[in-house]
């Protein structure tokens, strides 16, 4: 089986049975790391599988055993309280970006593609134009540079980052 069959595989069996197959294949695999064992072709095609899933929509994969026992009791974790919330009461939006704009005049910055238009500066608030840059010389304090993230330059590939993946909106 490669990972378009399994894709097709869990897609077919609907989203309860889809979610219970995905849990048991985890739960082997945890079981099979306990033995020493490496992953079975299946749980190496749905770790692809899932990656590529995370990537394309931003939606985060659960990480570890506590994360993965909550999806499978239905529940969710309020990032902002930590308390546990319904998943049905959960609803979430995902929003792709075309491209980047500065956070502080809203020019583009990047194609669709995610190459840049031009220099660039990405603290963790803010992503800033060259103008902008120049105009509020973040790089002069220092407490602004604890918060650089990176720089750059016209040409440069952003598609591989975290400004090019979906915006994801929870609400409940």
């Not at 989203?15 to 945890?30: F, H, N, P, T």
């Not at 095609?45 to 939606?59: C, D, F, M, S, V």
């Not at 506590?66 to 609803?91: C, M, Q, W």
Request: charged share 35%.
């Amino acid at each position: 089986m490669n990972e378009k069959e399994l894709q097709d595989k869990i897609a077919n069996l609907g989203k309860e049975a889809g979610m219970k197959y995905i849990a048991s294949l985890l739960d082997q695999a945890i079981i099979d790391k306990a033995d020493g064992k490496p992953p079975s072709e299946e749980v190496t095609h749905l770790a692809n599988l899932l990656k590529r899933i995370e990537k394309e929509t931003g939606i985060p994969i659960p990480k570890n055993p506590e994360e993965l026992e909550l999806v499978r009791k239905g529940k969710y974790r309020d990032p902002f309280t930590g308390n546990l919330i319904d998943a049905s009461k959960v609803h979430r939006d995902v929003i792709p970006k075309t491209c980047c704009l500065c956070d502080v005049c809203n020019k583009q910055l990047t194609d669709e593609n995610f190459k840049a238009l031009d220099y660039m500066e990405w603290y963790e608030s803010r992503l800033m134009c060259s103008d902008c840059c120049k105009k509020y010389q973040w790089r002069k304090s220092k407490e602004m540079m604890e918060t650089f993230v990176d720089e750059f330059q016209e040409g440069d590939d952003l598609s591989e980052t975290e400004l090019a993946k979906p915006m994801v909106l929870d609400s409940w």
